[in-house]
């Protein structure tokens, strides 16, 4: 029994040893083995041989980098842009396709998160050190998880506490004065029961004014976050549980020791202070083993509260979430499957906004969304794989709404994989909770009333496994296309002294082009390199002109070594930035312009050096070692009471050359 099941490990590890025809092997004694283990290393990203245009980041990719949160995750990835909203605030976004965060449907395990007045930060509210995997899914993505997806979807897998029993810890601290610590643990109650607590802080010890502007480099946060999970398995119910809670608190603008107060006014400080608490639960009854028929319930709700000024403006907001979702899913033979469900989403917003001059305003935003889905997929042995889906929802604000989508993926042989995608998305704009960071620009934010968003995405793709050398050299190339129907526009063209959320007249659309190689030159040793183009407009003013503040394309290689004992890891990231186009400038008193009409290309260039222990690894790296930064971006920093005034004009780094050390521990529990 031993010599087979070794046979049978050798075969699928090591498919180029053949293995001798069962009755061929001459009779043999029992006899006692040593002990073999076969290593091998996984890649850290891995693109999905599923239906869907997918990259699958697991924890081996997480590592290369310092990644302190769910923003600094990306930074060897060529799919996924995070870039600086305003140079005030710390507010990120993510692009995906060309397009802001928004059009990106943000899961946590598979539920609807970080939405509404939680999007502008909460790249930042997801430890790194919690995450298990990142799944990134291009273009139209499955009904299942709702209609708001557009330009794809990123779904976050955390820790689990039926997880092997360990004790983590990890610190972090750079020459920015920041430090991070994290740890968690795993608890088996029994063999069925289990809970997993995960705990987080983050501080900024200290201010930095590198550019003299007397503005904050980055705004001063301290963070406390928790989570607690428990999940429950029998042979027919499975129980998922958690609940997270946040505080964090945040500083930024004029410094006492780098700005001279205003005569009036005084320092123009910026301040946010946020309270949030997720609660969920999955449940999962099993009803038919070998057809793999269950039903599940999930439901989750969120409360979301911001108190923050900005300057001598104040907004307040109060968000409360409620969703539900009751699938079921069965196969209806060997190549069919069927899944369907019912969900049921409500959103409210409680806003407060004092602009100092004419009081204080309150409005309130509410919706109920009910629907229903239905989703077919026919899988012919891996190598013809169709799925459609149809979703039905009906809106308490927008009425009754479609929501088709469909994929389809060809795999001739295992060398290559083609697809195709096609899919409509919809989305309700909370233009104020989503874009309060534009509250710190002396410019009027003015803001129609907006319409639903909805837009096609349309999408092709190739990856090829090539043999090479006895390696394979992964090649994958693709082009999505997305077009608005309808679209919340933010015009800073139109008006010098104004920002203009708008509904679009006229059209708004993306194109993305992206190929990516990658390949282990030798054992250890990967590179990936990557290129992307974007051609993203929209109408302003009548007009259709390039997207602002958009990299028009984007180079990317990193290189990551192993040492063949696993002791030592190298890594290192080269990132080539394209140039954009700059709103339109305003004429300044002395007849200059306000800005430049368009921002040049810039290279950035990071890497780490790992060294692993039995139970603990230090890691040393830097960022941004080219030193490269936006000179200013803070637009008129010496008149931040004025109209002049504009933080919001980021298309470039805001920080020069950081390092940073940490350690990782790892204990098994006795």
């Given at each position: 029994m031993k010599l087979e099941l070794l046979a049978s490990a050798l075969m699928v590890l090591l498919p180029e040893i053949a293995v001798a025809q069962s009755d061929s092997v001459p009779e043999m004694k029992d006899q006692q083995l040593k002990e073999v283990t076969v290593t091998t290393r996984r890649a850290g990203t891995v693109k999905s041989r599923g239906v869907a245009n997918a990259d699958l980041i697991n924890s081996l990719e997480l590592l290369k980098a310092a990644c302190c949160n769910l923003g600094e995750s990306f930074t060897t990835n060529p799919s996924v842009d995070v870039n600086y909203s305003d140079a005030a605030t710390g507010a990120k976004q993510i692009k995906l396709l060309g397009l802001s965060g928004t059009y990106v449907q943000m899961l946590a395990e598979n539920i609807p998160a970080y939405r509404g007045a939680a999007s502008p930060y909460s790249l930042g509210y997801i430890p790194g050190a919690w995450m298990k995997g990142i799944q990134v899914s291009k273009g139209s993505s499955s009904v299942k998880n709702g209609y708001e997806s557009m330009t794809g979807q990123i779904n976050i897998?955390?820790?689990?506490?039926?997880?092997?029993?360990?004790?983590?810890?990890?610190m972090y601290m750079n020459t920015m004065a920041k430090v991070d610590i994290n740890a968690d643990a795993n608890i088996h109650i029994n063999n069925r029961l289990s809970t997993g607590l995960m705990l987080h802080y983050e501080d900024n010890l200290s201010s930095h004014d590198d550019n003299g502007d007397g503005f904050l480099d980055e705004p001063k946060v301290r963070q406390y976050n928790i989570q607690n999970k428990w999940g429950y398995f029998s042979d027919r119910y499975i129980l998922h549980a958690y609940i997270r809670a946040l505080r964090e608190k945040r500083e930024g603008g004029q410094s006492s020791g780098h700005a001279t107060p205003d005569e009036e006014h005084g320092l123009f400080k910026i301040g946010m202070e946020t309270n949030r608490i997720e609660l969920a639960t999955k449940n999962a009854l099993i009803l038919d083993k070998?057809?793999?028929?269950?039903?599940?319930?999930?439901?989750?709700?969120?409360?979301?509260?911001?108190?923050?000024?900005?300057?001598?403006?104040?907004?307040?907001?109060?968000?409360?979430?409620?969703?539900?979702?009751?699938?079921?899913?069965?196969?209806?033979?060997?190549?069919?499957?069927?899944?369907?469900?019912?969900?049921?989403?409500?959103d409210y917003y409680s806003q407060w906004l004092a602009d100092g001059i004419v009081g204080r305003t309150k409005s309130v935003e509410k919706e109920t969304t009910p629907g229903a889905y239905v989703q077919y997929t026919y899988d012919l042995h891996g190598k013809l794989v169709a799925m459609g889906g149809l979703r039905i929802d009906h809106s308490s604000l927008y009425g009754t709404f479609v929501t088709p989508r469909a994929h389809v993926k060809w795999s001739p042989n295992d060398i290559v994989s083609l697809r195709a995608s096609v899919g409509k998305g919809y989305r309700t704009v909370h233009a104020l909770a989503e874009n309060h960071y534009l509250l710190a620009s002396g410019r009027q934010l003015v803001i129609d009333d907006l319409?639903?968003?909805?837009?096609?995405?349309?999408?092709?793709?190739?990856?090829?496994?090539?043999?090479?050398?006895?390696?394979?050299?992964?090649?994958?190339?693709?082009?999505?296309?997305?077009?608005?129907?309808?679209?919340?526009?933010i015009d800073y063209d139109s008006e010098p002294g104004v920002i203009h959320i708008a509904n679009l007249n006229g059209r708004s659309y993306s194109h993305t082009f992206q190929v990516?190689?990658?390949?282990?030159?030798?054992?250890?040793?990967?590179?990936?390199?990557a290129y992307r183009y974007n051609d993203v407009k929209s109408t302003y003013g009548g007009e259709l002109r390039q997207r602002p503040l958009t990299s028009r394309y984007k180079g990317l290689l990193t290189a990551s070594y192993k040492t063949p004992l696993g002791l030592w890891q190298f890594d290192a990231t080269l990132q080539l930035n394209g140039g954009?186009?700059?709103?339109?400038?305003?004429?300044?008193?002395?007849?200059?312009?306000?800005?430049a009409g368009s921002f040049g290309s810039y290279e950035q260039?990071?890497?780490?050096?790992?060294?692993?222990?039995?139970?603990?690894?230090?890691?040393?790296?830097?960022?941004?070692?080219?030193?490269?930064?936006?000179?200013?971006?803070?637009?008129?920093?010496?008149?931040?009471?004025?109209?002049?005034?504009?933080?919001?004009m980021v298309w470039g780094p805001v920080q020069g050359r950081m390092f940073y050390a940490g350690i990782r521990i790892n204990l098994e529990k006795m």
């Open positions: 897998g955390f820790k689990e506490p039926q997880d092997a029993e360990m004790v983590n810890f990890n070998e057809h793999n028929t269950s039903i599940a319930l999930i439901t989750s709700g969120t409360f979301h509260s911001l108190d923050s000024y900005f300057g001598m403006k104040v907004y307040d907001v109060r968000e409360k979430n409620a969703y539900a979702s009751m699938v079921f899913e069965t196969e209806l033979g060997h190549d069919h499957s069927l899944s369907a469900g019912v969900s049921f989403n409500h319409k639903q968003e909805r837009a096609w995405n349309y999408g092709v793709s190739t990856a090829l496994y090539i043999p090479l050398a006895g390696k394979t050299l992964n090649l994958n190339a693709e082009y999505f296309y997305t077009d608005f129907g309808q679209q919340a526009v990516d190689a990658s390949y282990p030159v030798f054992k250890g040793m990967t590179l990936t390199a954009g186009r700059m709103p339109e400038p305003y004429g300044m008193p002395d007849g200059t312009k306000s800005w260039v990071s890497a780490q050096v790992s060294r692993w222990f039995r139970h603990f690894s230090v890691y040393v790296g830097a960022e941004n070692l080219t030193g490269f930064k936006q000179k200013n971006p803070v637009m008129n920093a010496e008149t931040p009471w004025s109209s002049a005034f504009d933080p919001t």
